[in-house]
């Protein structure tokens, strides 16, 4: 059984980086045909995808977040990373780790991480 | 940019059937997908590619898709039932963006 889990500070300055990482158990991160995602939700919002990574180490990004984000994987610790530069408020969210699965051009997210609470305050 | 609309709130009594609809441009296209939040919790998976339904996941959750429009369909309602649902898809850019629906409140009383 797949498990995800997110891990990161839960208080980020204005203007600074936000980072989060998400250790994959159950499985290896590099088997496969896998799209490795991030998802976030502010409070009472709905979901925002933000984006994802390809086993092959190819991304894409949500347009409205590409100039502030990167997704990284590292293998041989069977973890992927989020890092969201220039963090305003309105980047406080529930970030979840999630892993995409189908198609390049229609996948969905089966399995997910719990979460976790950013809050971006000075 | 692409966006997938979804009513904000549905309210059916216990075992009614309860339909959420999803309307998005691409939808032709691309697989419609549904996912159940319950508060405090991640979203879980109930309808992929239009219809088809995860292993554990009650019979009574179904899902269609014509045009333009995906449904969820829970036949029966019950209370365990109310939750929030996002239905989610995929863009036509080259980007393949995941986008999902504003979400709808489901009240089962």
């Known amino acids: 059984q797949v498990q995800l889990q997110e891990s990161g500070p839960g208080l980020v300055k204005p203007s600074q980086t936000l980072s989060l990482t998400c250790t994959v158990s159950g499985g290896s991160i590099s088997s496969g045909s896998y799209y490795w995602s991030w998802i976030r939700q502010p409070a009472g919002k709905g979901l925002e995808w933000i984006g994802r990574?390809?086993?092959?180490?190819?991304?894409n990004y949500n347009p409205s977040l590409k100039s502030r984000v990167t997704i990284s994987v590292d293998t041989s610790k069977n973890q992927f990373s989020l890092k969201l530069s220039s963090v305003t408020a309105a980047d406080t969210a529930v970030y979840y780790c999630?892993?995409?699965?189908?198609?390049?051009?229609?996948?969905?997210?089966?399995?997910w991480g719990q979460g976790t609470l950013v809050t971006v305050s000075s | 940019s692409y966006e997938l609309t979804q009513p904000p709130s549905v309210s059916v009594s216990p075992g009614q059937t309860a339909r959420i609809t999803c309307s998005g441009d691409a939808l032709p296209k691309k697989y419609a997908y549904w996912y159940q939040q319950k508060s405090g919790q991640a979203p879980v998976l109930v309808i992929y590619e239009d219809s088809k339904r995860p292993s554990g996941i009650p019979e009574r959750f179904s899902g269609s898709s014509s045009g333009t429009m995906a449904t969820l369909t829970i036949s029966g309602a019950q209370v365990e039932d109310e939750a929030d649902y996002y239905c989610y898809s995929t863009d036509s850019s080259g980007n393949h963006r995941g986008v999902f629906g504003g979400g709808t409140k489901l009240t089962v009383l």
């Open positions: 990574i390809y086993t092959s180490g190819s991304t």
């Open positions: 999630a892993r995409g699965s189908g198609y390049s051009y229609s996948y969905y997210f089966d399995y």
